[in-house]
Nanobody, 124 residues
Framework: QVQLVESGGGLVQTGDSLRLSCAASGRTFSVMGWFRQAQGKEREFVAGISRSGVNIYYADSVKGRFTISRDNAKNAGSLQMNSLKPEDTAVYYC???????????????????WGQGTQVTVSS
């Protein structure tokens, strides 16, 4: 079992920055990632990072604006979000994989554990 707790969401204006954090506890995991779900839309992949940090992948919509990182010693990760846009408004979920192969994938079903989500709202 892995427990994930996100924090750092909030209401910001277009162009602002936010940093989401994810605290993990329980068994070890390989990949850590973030998904988001806007109201009325399907949940989508945002970013993912392998255990070593070598394999990092971003959705095209956030590339160049968001940065994912993790601290294995603290069992934690973060998502730095810059130049936020109204279309970034969503509930953001921290996710992890417990597979031995530490490869970032974009499918929801590949991730074993999910946090409860944190709301990010970007006003225009």
């Amino acid at each position: 079992q892995v427990q994930l707790v996100e924090s750092g969401g909030g209401l910001v204006q277009t162009g602002d920055s936010l940093r989401l954090s994810c605290a993990a506890s329980g068994r070890t995991f390989s990949v850590m990632g973030w998904f988001r779900q806007a109201q009325g839309k399907e949940r989508e992949f945002v970013a993912g990072i392998s255990r070593s940090g070598v394999n990092i992948y971003y959705a095209d919509s956030v590339k160049g604006r968001f940065t994912i990182s993790r601290d294995n010693a603290k069992n934690a990760g973060s998502l730095q979000m810059n130049s936020l846009k109204p279309e970034d408004t969503a509930v953001y979920y921290c996710v992890v994989k417990t597979t031995r192969l530490s490869v970032v994938t974009t499918r929801m079903e590949d991730y074993d554990y999910w946090g409860q989500g944190t709301q990010v709202t970007v006003s225009s």
